[in-house]
């Protein structure tokens, strides 16, 4: 029995993995040129398509690879809580992947393609928008249907699934300033990635509108490592609002600020971003921007269904709505 993959018969056809599944499930959608080059090359190497393959061509079992970077992250946690939901209605099968700072992303993506995944959700937002670049590059060069869920990104053409961040991060500063929080901070993340970009112009804007200087401090997500960084800040900073891209990084933040007997929040507000368990469990509890995670997750994955089935799809770029739950540690 012959050992080729997909991944042999691409390459000798000289054609994408996903131009050969087309001719193994969908041939009617391939060239007929283009078709024949690559039947001819399947039966030179006398590649067999796998259970996967043979499961894609009834469409009673599709295989979605789900990328990531962090799978301990709450939020991440539940988005995939409503991707499994929608995939377990249409009987698609997924594959997990996870892609950590150290690794090289597009190495790894071109791994993935090779696992003859059907399409892909992209769950990563620690990424910069040069590497979102890079990485719809990827997908696109492959013909790989994807989807980007909770990963921001301007290019129009490319299928997205999010909350607007500019807007969050200037509504939760408005209210702030609104009343009469003049020395606010956004605690952000060392990293740049496209996500907390969004979030630090919407806060810049509206920091300026008021005329306030924008003070941004930069840590980590990791509590070990921003302790340090917060113990270090209230030594020499006014501060009487503070706002974290992360529910962790804010309630990190209110502990050292609580250490310190800093009254929160008649001294200081603190708010965070996406309504993690943290802020329901952070003594005082948190105020924090609504994301709705699972509604991303499962929404990104119905649209998926939909690039995959080469559906017409009117609106490939979706923004749900957010929202502020207000809670213990502001007074807005």
Known sequence: MSNATIYDVAGAAGVSLATVSRVLNNPEKVKEETRQRVLKVIKELGYRPNVIARGLASRKTTTVGIVISDVTRASVAEMLGGISDIAHNYKYSIKLFTIREDMDVIDI???????????????????????VEEVEKIFIDNQIPFVFANVVYDDEKVPMVSIDYEKAGYEITKLMIDDDRKDIYLLSTARRYSVNDKKEAGY???????GLQPRIFRTS???????????????????????????????????????????????????????????????PTL????????????????????????????????ILPHYIVKRESTKI
């Open 109 to 131: 993506l071109k791994d993935i393609i090779a696992e003859q995944v059907d399409g892909i959700l992209y769950l990563n937002d620690e990424l910069s928008t040069n590497r």
């Open 204 to 210: 810049t804007r509206a920091m300026l509108e008021a």
């Open 287 to 318: 105020t924090s921007i609504d994301v709705p995670v699972y509604d991303i997750g499962a929404v990104s994955m119905r649209l998926l269904t939909k690039l995959m089935s080469s559906n017409d799809v009117d609106n490939i770029r979706i």
């Open 221 to 283: 997500g990791d509590t070990n490592i921003n302790r340090q960084h917060f113990n270090a800040f209230f030594s020499d900073k006014k501060v009487d609002g503070a706002i974290g891209v992360r529910d962790s990084i804010a309630v990190s933040f209110m502990n050292i600020a609580r250490d310190r007997k800093v009254d929160v929040p008649g001294k200081l507000e603190i708010a965070g971003f996406q309504n993690t368990k943290y802020a329901l469990l952070s003594r």
